[in-house]
């Protein structure tokens, strides 16, 4: 039965790959997203719209990723020739400071009369911090970018007061030891806990948030570490992303994770009778975005952008804006509109809409207040000092195990234990009866 599973599967394989190489590449768009990170149709809908627009087929070969710097270390090997890609602002800041991005080229959406909503609906709120991000180049040329939103802590207030969860001192609360989750995302883990071990500095203006970003220390590298290992014995989990559901099944109280997580997050939760909450601590944290590039392996860089535009299309950015509870970069006054509940209480967006913004109600965790984006930062790249980086992590992901392993590998051995014992007995007994 298995052999014949593999040999269909196998078969499958093939006939797929032969109907691709068949195909010829400029019919094929091969899109590199994070996963649950697009709405249900979206990709349907681009490729009916494309033939619209051009009068020509294409098809989507649509693949997905959870961590960032694996991501990128596919497209540093070159191994892969992606047309569009989603990675993180301080990943685009390192994509272009190496020469791996193609720059935009409009050329083809005028040919075709196509409207360029990528011009029209960037907010410039994300444009000038795209345009800070490399002094020599204008990030914009390369680079839209797709969503954006905070890093923050999802708790549960059944468990976790506010106060608690106010302050980055959270990930390492004895109280909730065994119910605590990490990103697995260094960088979005470092700042943070970089931040709250600095708020004395930033306080006294010694340093700044963005000089914090760009902090590659040896120092800060073994004082952040001290702090992860530290907190490690209680944390459950370093998860990609499922520590949404984790919060939703009350498997974990507390989460260090990003704001679209945790709409989503509390919008399940609410279905299941469980309350969740997010908030930004009080000491600073990270704004961040994805964006879309055209790495310089692409093959097909005229749907490359004609994808990128598509998405920049406001129905399309409110469809994936519902569906994964992620706010899209779209400074479109009907995205604005499309999230508007007089129920809650007003928010200053001026920052992001324009002067007219400065106070409407919207959920404060999706489009966050001006009070809470002044006391965030973008990340930035570190170069070659990443390595060190990442070595700390593998330090604090593979050194002690954390409660939950250690639960879940103490109750694996009593089983194996429990079993060989028995088996044992059975086989004593077995051998008793054939001896009498
Ligand atoms: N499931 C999609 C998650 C994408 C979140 N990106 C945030 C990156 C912050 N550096």
């Not at 704004?287 to 310089?296: H, L, N, S, T």
């Not at 809650?344 to 809470?372: H, K, M, N, T």
Request: aromatic share 10%; charged share 25%; with cysteine.
């Amino acid at each position: 039965m298995n052999k014949i599973f593999k040999s269909v599967a196998v078969a499958a394989a093939i006939i797929s790959a032969v109907s691709l190489s068949a195909k010829d590449r400029k019919d094929i768009l091969k899109v590199y997203n994070w996963s649950d990170y697009i709405a249900e149709g979206v990709i349907d809908d681009f490729e009916a719209w494309y033939k619209e627009q051009t009068g020509n087929d294409i098809e989507v070969i649509y693949m997905t990723f959870d961590v960032n710097e694996s991501m990128l270390s596919k497209i540093e090997k070159g191994h892969e020739d992606y047309d569009v890609v989603c990675p993180s602002d301080y990943i685009i800041e390192r994509m272009l400071n190496n020469g791996l991005l193609l720059p935009l080229d409009f050329d083809a959406l005028e040919k075709t009369g196509t409207e360029n909503y990528i011009v029209k609906n960037t907010s410039p709120y994300i444009r000038n911090m795209f345009s800070q991000i490399n002094p020599k180049i204008d990030a914009n040329k390369y680079s839209v970018a797709f969503m954006w939103g905070t890093t923050g802590i999802i708790y549960n207030p059944e468990f976790v007061s506010k106060e608690d969860a106010s302050t980055w001192n959270v990930i390492r609360n004895p109280k909730y030891f065994g119910k605590i989750l990490l990103k697995d995302a260094p960088r979005d883990v470092y700042a943070p806990v970089l931040i709250y071990l600095k708020q004395d500095e930033l306080k006294s203006g010694k340093v700044t948030l963005q000089e914090l970003m760009s902090d590659s220390s040896d120092e800060s590298l073994a004082a952040v570490e001290a702090m992860l290992m530290e907190a490690k014995p209680g944390v459950c989990g370093f998860e990609a992303d499922l520590g949404k559901e984790q919060m939703t099944k009350n498997r974990a109280w507390v989460s260090l994770n990003w704001s679209g997580d945790a709409v989503w997050a509390i919008e399940e939760a609410a279905a299941v009778g469980v309350t969740l909450d997010y908030i930004v601590p009080e000491e600073g944290s990270t704004v961040w975005f994805d964006g879309w590039v055209i790495p310089k392996y692409a093959k097909n860089t005229e749907a490359a952008t004609y994808f990128i535009n598509f998405m920049c299309r406001p129905d399309i950015a409110i469809r994936n804006m519902e569906e994964t509870g992620y706010i899209a970069a779209n400074g479109a006054w009907e995205v604005l509109e499309s999230q508007i509940d007089e129920s809650l209480d007003p928010v200053d967006l001026s920052y992001f809409f324009g002067e007219e913004a400065d106070s409407v109600r919207v959920d404060p965790i999706l489009y966050p207040d001006r009070a809470v984006i002044e006391r965030c930062a973008l990340e930035h790249d570190w170069g070659e000092d990443t390595e060190k980086l990442l070595d700390m992590w593998q330090n604090v992901k593979g050194s002690k195990a954390g409660a939950v392993t250690y639960i879940i590998l103490g109750v694996a051995v009593l089983a194996i234990a429990g079993a060989a014992f028995a088996s044992k007995k059975k086989k004593s007994s077995r051998h008793s009866k054939k001896r009498r």
